[in-house]
C-alpha cells in the first residue's frame, strides 16, 4: 500500500502564501497610509517631489491684437514691460567674481531714482528692508518701458536687474481714450473692460497655445522626453475709420475750448457724410487708458442720453414735409402759446411778431415747432417719423453702453415739448445716423467706426466694412428743402437767425443751432441760469453735396452761453475743409472759375481725347503710360467741382511718381490706393516733401514717406 506523502507539503505552502500576502498587504496599506497623511518621507518633500517630478504645462500667451488708425498708425498695442527688482541678500554674489546684489544702497537709489519717478529716499527705504532675498521697487518701477530699461542698464548697478513681461500701451495717451477703452492683466492674461477693447476682446485676444513637458526633481526639462505642444494664435488686428489729423483736430480744439469754458462736458464728432465713417470723435473730461484716471466709464457718444434741444427741430420739419402738408410761407404768432394749462415760450420771449414757419425755423422759434404740431402733424406723425429716422432705438454701433434714447410723448404739453426736442432724449451716434439721410437725398446711413479687422497670421481679412444703406426716410425734394431751411440758419443776417456766428467766409455751411434745458439730479426739475443749458449745433457742408457732418454738444459751461459750441466748431470746420481740401475755391484764385458738374464715363477711351470730354480744365493726373484709360476717379456720375483733382489710370502698369507738393492730403491719399503705394504721412495739410523723387519708377508696395504742412501759396 502506497503512502500519501504529499497532502502535508501542500497544506503547508498554502498557508505560508496566505500569510505572505497578508504581510505585504499591510505593508502596502500602511505605505499609503504615510502617503496620504506624511508631508516627507525618507527626507523627500513629497508636495515638492510631486510638483517637479511631474510633466510640466506652459501657457504660450497669445499676443493680443493692435488697433490702428485709418493712416496705420498704431493707438493700441502690446509691447514688451519690465519690472525693476533689486537682489538684497549677499548669498547671491556667493561664486561670482562681481558683486550681485547691491552694495552701495543709497548711490544706488539716487542713480535709479529720476529714471523710475521715484524719490531715492523711498527706493533707499525699499533697499533696507530685513530679512529679503529680493525686492521689487514699486511703484515707479513696474512696467518700465524697453528705453527705461536700457538706460538703466547703462548705469551698471549691482544687484539690480528686471522680471520681463508684458502690458497694453497707448501711445497717444488721452487720444482717443473713450472708444479704445482699456485693459485690465488678470493672471497674464490681457482682458478688455472698456471702449473696443471690451466690445471686440475675442476678436483682439488671440487664442494661448500651451507646451507640454516632463521635468525632473529640480524642475528640469528630462532630454529625450516626449513634449506636446499647441502654437498660440495671435489677436486679430483692428483697423479704425477715424483720420488721425481729423482726430488731432479734433482732440486739440475741444480741449482748449473745455478748458476756457469749463464745461460739466463737452463732446465733438466728425464724421463722412457720404459712408458714415467716423472721421474723429472726441470727449472731455478725457482719461489716459494707460493710466486708467477715468471720473466717468461712459462712453459720451453712445452712453449719454439727454434732451437734444432745437437741433430735433430739423426732424420735426422734415416730418411735416414728408406729410405733404407743411405750408413753409404760412405765418403764426410768435413768443409764446398757451397749451391747456401750461405756456410755451420762444427763446426771445417777446418774439418777432408775426413769421412765416420758414422764418421760424431759421429763428429757432418752439411757438413755430408747438404750431406744426397743431397745423400740419399729429402726435403719432412726429413719434412715427423720429423712429423712422432712428431714434428711441440702439444703432448697434460697435461700442458697448449704447443707450436707446426715449421718444415717448402723450399729451398735448409733452408732444410740443417733443417737437423742439424738450421731454426726449437721444444719443450723439443716433443723431450722426440721422443726419446722414440729409447728405444722401433721404436715405440714412448707419455710421461705423471699424473700418476692417485683419487676422496678422495670415495677412487675411475677416471683415471688412462699407457704406451701409439703412432705409430711406425722406424725398429728394424734402432733403432740399431741409437744406434751404438749414442754410438760412447760417447765412441769414444775424437779426433773422440763430446760426450766423457759424458762418465761415467762402465755406458753405449749413446747420442748425440747439439749446435744451436738462434736469437737475439734486432738485429733479429743470436747472435754471444764464448757463444752465446744454447747447448743440449740427452742421454738414458743403451745402449741395454734402461731405462732412459735424456734430458739438456743450452742457453748462462756466460762462459764454453759446460761444463754446460755436468757437470750437468753426475752428474744426475750418481744419477739416482745408484739410480736405473742400471748398478749393477759397484758397485759390477767386477770380477763377468754380463749377460743378456730373463726371463723365471715361473709361475706354483715348488718352489724347480727355480733355475734350471734360467741361471743365481739371487738374489731371494721368497713371501709366499707356493710351487706353482703363480706370479713373472719381467714378463716373458722382458731382465733382471744376477744381476737383482727377486720377486716370491707362492701360500700362508702368507708373512714374509725380511730385506732391501743393497736394492736399486726401489727394495724395487717392493716387497711393490707386496704385498700392505704402504713403506714410508726418504733419497734415498739403504735401510739402517726399522721400521719393519725381520723376522715379515705383512699384506696388513701395514705402514713401511725405510731410505735410498746412496750406502753401
Known amino acids: 500500500m502506497k503512502a500519501k506523502r504529499n497532502k502535508p507539503i501542500r497544506i503547508k505552502l498554502s498557508k505560508l502564501l496566505i500569510i505572505s500576502s497578508v504581510f505585504l498587504f499591510v505593508i502596502i496599506i500602511i505605505q499609503l497610509i504615510k502617503l496620504s497623511t506624511y508631508e516627507e518621507i525618507n527626507g523627500v518633500n513629497l508636495q515638492k517631489f510631486a510638483n517637479n517630478r511631474n510633466t510640466q504645462k506652459e501657457i504660450l500667451v497669445a499676443n493680443r491684437g493692435t488697433i490702428y488708425n485709418a493712416n496705420n498708425e498704431p493707438l493700441a498695442q502690446t509691447v514688451n514691460s519690465y519690472t525693476v527688482i533689486a537682489y538684497l541678500d549677499s548669498k547671491r554674489s556667493d561664486g561670482y567674481s562681481k558683486p550681485q546684489h547691491v552694495i552701495d544702497k543709497e548711490g544706488t537709489a539716487e542713480a535709479l531714482a529720476p529714471l523710475i519717478n521715484m524719490t531715492s529716499e523711498t527706493i533707499l527705504n525699499l533697499l533696507k528692508r530685513p530679512n529679503l532675498y529680493q525686492i521689487e521697487l514699486g511703484p515707479g518701477g513696474k512696467e518700465i518701458t524697453e528705453l527705461t530699461k536700457e538706460a538703466i542698464e547703462q548705469l551698471q548697478l549691482p544687484g539690480i536687474d528686471f522680471i520681463k513681461s508684458y502690458k497694453r500701451y497707448y501711445p497717444n495717451n488721452d487720444f482717443l481714450s473713450y472708444t479704445l477703452g482699456y485693459v485690465q492683466k488678470y493672471d497674464e492674461i490681457l482682458v478688455g473692460e472698456m471702449g473696443l477693447e471690451l466690445y471686440y476682446n475675442d476678436y483682439l485676444k488671440g487664442k494661448n497655445g500651451y507646451l507640454t513637458y516632463q521635468k525632473d526633481l529640480n524642475g528640469y526639462r528630462i532630454p529625450n522626453t516626449p513634449e506636446i505642444k499647441e502654437d498660440e494664435v495671435d489677436g486679430m488686428d483692428i483697423y479704425l475709420t477715424v483720420d488721425n489729423n481729423i482726430q488731432m483736430f479734433v482732440e486739440r480744439i475741444t480741449k482748449n475750448t473745455y478748458d476756457k469754458y469749463h464745461p460739466e462736458w463737452m463732446l465733438m464728432i466728425v464724421a463722412d457724410a457720404k459712408t458714415g465713417k467716423i472721421l474723429g470723435t472726441t470727449s472731455t473730461p478725457s482719461f489716459n487708458p494707460n493710466k486708467r484716471d477715468m471720473k466717468s466709464?461712459?462712453?459720451?457718444?453712445?452712453?449719454?442720453?439727454?434732451?437734444?434741444?432745437?437741433?430735433?427741430?430739423?426732424?420735426?420739419?422734415?416730418?411735416?414735409?414728408?406729410?405733404?402738408?407743411?405750408?413753409?410761407?404760412?405765418?403764426?404768432?410768435?413768443?409764446?402759446?398757451?397749451?391747456?394749462?401750461?405756456?410755451?415760450?420762444?427763446?426771445?420771449?417777446?418774439?418777432?411778431?408775426?413769421?412765416?414757419?420758414?422764418?421760424?425755423?431759421?429763428?429757432?422759434?418752439?411757438?413755430?415747432?408747438?404750431?406744426?404740431?397743431?397745423?400740419?402733424?399729429?402726435?403719432?406723425?412726429?413719434?412715427?417719423?423720429?423712429?423712422?429716422?432712428?431714434?428711441?432705438?440702439?444703432?448697434?454701433?460697435?461700442?458697448?453702453?449704447?443707450?436707446?434714447?426715449?421718444?415717448?410723448?402723450?399729451?398735448?404739453?409733452?408732444?410740443?415739448?417733443?417737437?423742439?426736442?424738450?421731454?426726449?432724449?437721444?444719443?450723439?451716434?443716433?443723431?450722426i445716423q440721422a443726419l446722414t439721410a440729409i447728405a444722401n437725398n433721404g436715405i440714412m446711413l448707419k455710421p461705423y467706426i471699424i473700418d476692417k479687422i485683419v487676422d496678422p497670421n495670415t495677412g487675411k481679412v475677416i471683415e471688412q466694412n462699407k457704406r451701409t444703406e439703412l432705409k430711406q426716410i425722406a424725398s429728394k425734394e424734402t432733403i432740399n428743402k431741409i437744406k434751404e431751411l438749414m442754410y438760412n440758419v447760417v447765412n441769414l443776417p444775424a437779426n433773422q437767425n440763430t446760426g450766423s456766428g457759424y458762418k465761415i467766409e467762402g465755406y458753405d455751411i449749413i446747420g442748425k443751432t440747439g439749446t435744451a434745458q436738462y434736469v437737475d439730479p439734486n432738485t429733479?426739475?429743470?436747472?435754471?441760469?444764464?448757463?444752465?443749458?446744454?447747447?448743440?449745433?449740427?452742421?454738414?457742408?458743403?451745402?449741395?453735396?454734402?461731405?462732412?457732418?459735424?456734430?458739438?454738444?456743450?452742457?453748462?459751461?462756466?460762462?459764454?452761453?453759446?460761444?463754446?459750441?460755436?468757437?470750437?466748431?468753426?475752428?474744426?470746420?475750418?481744419?477739416?475743409?482745408?484739410?480736405?481740401?473742400?471748398?478749393?475755391?477759397?484758397?485759390?484764385?477767386?477770380?477763377?472759375?468754380?463749377?460743378?458738374?456730373?463726371?463723365?464715363?471715361?473709361?475706354?477711351?483715348?488718352?489724347?481725347?480727355?480733355?475734350?470730354?471734360?467741361?471743365?480744365?481739371?487738374?489731371?493726373?494721368?497713371?501709366?503710360?499707356?493710351?487706353?484709360?482703363?480706370?479713373?476717379?472719381?467714378?463716373?456720375?458722382?458731382?465733382?467741382?471744376?477744381?476737383?483733382?482727377?486720377?486716370?489710370?491707362?492701360?500700362?502698369?508702368?507708373?512714374?511718381?509725380?511730385?506732391?507738393?501743393?497736394?492736399?492730403?486726401?489727394?495724395?491719399?487717392?493716387?497711393?490706393?490707386?496704385?498700392?503705394?505704402?504713403?506714410?504721412?508726418?504733419?497734415?495739410?498739403?504735401?510739402?516733401?517726399?522721400?521719393?523723387?519725381?520723376?522715379?519708377?515705383?512699384?506696388?508696395?513701395?514705402?514713401?514717406?511725405?510731410?505735410?504742412?498746412?496750406?502753401?501759396?
Not at 475752428?571 to 484739410?579: G, L, M, P, T
Not at 487706353?628 to 467741382?641: A, D, E, G, T
Request: with cysteine; proline share 4%.
Open 524 to 713: 429733479g426739475k429743470y436747472a435754471n441760469g444764464e448757463n444752465t443749458h446744454i447747447r448743440s449745433f449740427a452742421g454738414l457742408f458743403p451745402k449741395d453735396n454734402p461731405e462732412v457732418i459735424i456734430y458739438t454738444v456743450v452742457k453748462h459751461p462756466s460762462y459764454g452761453k453759446g460761444n463754446a459750441v460755436r468757437e470750437a466748431t468753426k475752428k474744426v470746420i475750418d481744419d477739416v475743409a482745408k484739410y480736405l481740401n473742400l471748398f478749393p475755391q477759397v484758397n485759390d484764385n477767386q477770380n477763377e472759375t468754380y463749377s460743378e458738374y456730373v463726371m463723365p464715363n471715361l473709361l475706354n477711351q483715348n488718352i489724347n481725347d480727355i480733355q475734350s470730354l471734360l467741361p471743365y480744365n481739371n487738374k489731371m493726373v494721368i497713371i501709366g503710360e499707356g493710351d487706353k484709360i482703363v480706370r479713373q476717379y472719381p467714378i463716373s456720375n458722382l458731382n465733382i467741382n471744376s477744381k476737383d483733382r482727377i486720377f486716370i489710370i491707362t492701360n500700362n502698369t508702368d507708373i512714374t511718381l509725380p511730385s506732391f507738393y501743393n497736394w492736399a492730403y486726401r489727394d495724395i491719399l487717392t493716387y497711393c490706393n490707386l496704385i498700392n503705394l505704402n504713403c506714410q504721412f508726418t504733419g497734415y495739410g498739403y504735401g510739402t516733401n517726399q522721400s521719393i523723387e519725381k520723376g522715379t519708377k515705383v512699384n506696388k508696395g513701395d514705402i514713401i514717406n511725405i510731410q505735410l504742412e498746412m496750406k502753401i501759396d
Open 297 to 431: 466709464y461712459l462712453n459720451p457718444l453712445v452712453s449719454y442720453a439727454y434732451e437734444p434741444g432745437s437741433t430735433m427741430k430739423i426732424f420735426t420739419y422734415m416730418a411735416a414735409l414728408e406729410k405733404g402738408t407743411y405750408q413753409g410761407e404760412n405765418t403764426f404768432l410768435s413768443g409764446n402759446k398757451k397749451i391747456g394749462e401750461n405756456k410755451i415760450y420762444d427763446w426771445e420771449r417777446k418774439g418777432w411778431g408775426t413769421i412765416s414757419y420758414d422764418e421760424g425755423f431759421a429763428l429757432s422759434s418752439n411757438v413755430g415747432a408747438a404750431n406744426i404740431m397743431e397745423n400740419f402733424i399729429t402726435k403719432n406723425d412726429l413719434k412715427n417719423y423720429l423712429k423712422l429716422a432712428g431714434f428711441g432705438q440702439k444703432t448697434d454701433f460697435t461700442l458697448p453702453g449704447e443707450v436707446d434714447g426715449k421718444i415717448n410723448f402723450n399729451y398735448d404739453i409733452e408732444v410740443a415739448n417733443a417737437a423742439f426736442g424738450q421731454g426726449i432724449t437721444i444719443s450723439p451716434i443716433q443723431f
